[in-house]
Nanobody, 125 residues
């Protein structure tokens, strides 16, 4: 079955950088768009970033544009979220996610269906 395992979260100060990793297994990784969502306490899960299956295209939430970057390596079956200039409002549990099907649009948050267990990111101001 599809498994997504995140790592790299932690406690950092505002302005710091952090890199989240996601290792995928149980499916042909190179065929599927991947993404990252986050959920802050008391808030709904929200889209952060996504990347097409071939890495040709990425899509970022307006709140993280210019600060976050999403990349992937299909040979390693991994996807990363590089987070720079972190702010207190970035504090959340971050989830790695995969679309439901191969042909899913990476730009459509509703297409993401499989989820990892999440990794906590806490940014102190």
């Amino acid at each position: 079955q599809v498994q997504l395992v995140e790592s790299g979260g932690g406690l950092v100060q505002a302005g710091d950088s952090l890199r989240l990793s996601c290792l995928a297994s149980g499916h042909t990784f190179s065929l599927y768009p991947m993404g990252w969502f986050r959920q802050a306490p008391g808030k709904e899960r929200e889209f952060v970033a996504s990347i097409s299956s071939t890495s040709n295209s990425t899509h970022l939430a307006n709140s993280v544009k210019g600060r976050f970057t999403i990349t992937r390596d299909n040979r390693k079956k991994m996807v990363w979220l590089q987070m720079n200039s972190l702010k207190s409002e970035d504090t959340a549990v971050y989830y790695c996610t995969r679309t439901r099907s191969i042909g899913s649009d990476y730009r459509s948050p509703g297409e993401f269906y499989f989820w990892g267990q999440g990794t906590q990111v806490t940014v102190s101001s």
